[in-house]
């Protein structure tokens, strides 16, 4: 073999070697990303037409939340965002289109209050998309209907819908306050020598009531209801 045939039959291995690299490094890339975002990743690809743009996207939205400063609801922001969610709720009875309007708007300030920017719904959506994709499915699910409503495509179960989705992001962006929330409302409870009913979920039932029968500052009796 001539020195130009060895030299061919090298930059032709070199060329697979590279070829296969590249192949492996793209497939877990692939997989990484499919398996962090789930049903969004189909949806990206779906919108932008191509993998590698699906990708490049999905990618920048992670640098784009690992800058963000995301937290959880303090106490006294779990009780106020409750206390608001409650209203949203009993206002469902007579005009559901209003309650999940409200819904809406309320959860745009909750996910401002815990660090996400304030910026349009599909800015928000896919933020949460990065570390949250199935609660983010429901949060698109719930706006989908709102919109639907918008153009005459919804009825009242729709918007009943719409609300047990929105929940699933309440739920979500309360979840982490529940136990500092209770810690809160138990000291309170400790200093009166009362009786305190916490609503542990915000769904507007009782779930613990937590006594301090003799005023010690001491919780003497806790016993849970059914709603």
Do not use: C
Not at 73 to 89: G, I, M, N, Q, Y
Not at 162 to 178: G, R, V
């Amino acid at each position: 073999m001539d020195q130009n045939t060895l030299l061919a039959v090298l930059v032709i291995l070199v060329l697979v070697v590279a070829i296969g690299v590249w192949l492996f490094v793209s497939r877990r890339r692939t997989d990484r990303l499919r398996d962090r975002f789930g049903e969004e990743y189909d949806r990206t690809l779906d919108d932008t037409g191509n993998r590698v743009s699906a990708e490049k996207a999905l990618e920048e939205r992670e640098k784009r939340v690992e800058a963000l400063d995301i937290r959880s609801l303090t106490a006294d922001e779990h009780s106020r965002f409750a206390e608001e969610w409650r209203e949203v709720k009993s206002v469902f009875v007579d005009s559901p289109v209003e309650a999940v309007l409200h819904a809406d708007r309320m959860l745009a300030n909750m996910m401002k209050t815990v660090g996400y920017p304030m910026a349009d719904f599909d800015r928000r959506y896919e933020d949460l998309t990065v570390d949250h994709a199935d609660v983010a499915r429901h949060y698109r699910a719930g706006r989908d209907i709102a919109e639907r409503h918008g153009k005459g495509n919804a009825s009242t179960e729709d918007m009943r819908q719409a609300m047990k989705h929105y929940e699933a992001l309440y739920d979500h962006l309360t979840a982490n306050s529940n136990n500092a929330s209770v810690q809160t409302q138990d000291s309170r409870t400790a200093a009166t020598g009362t009786t305190r009913v916490t609503d542990v979920d915000g769904d507007g039932d009782a779930d613990i009531v937590r006594q301090d029968v003799n005023g010690d500052g001491r919780t003497d009796r806790v016993r849970t209801t059914l709603d």
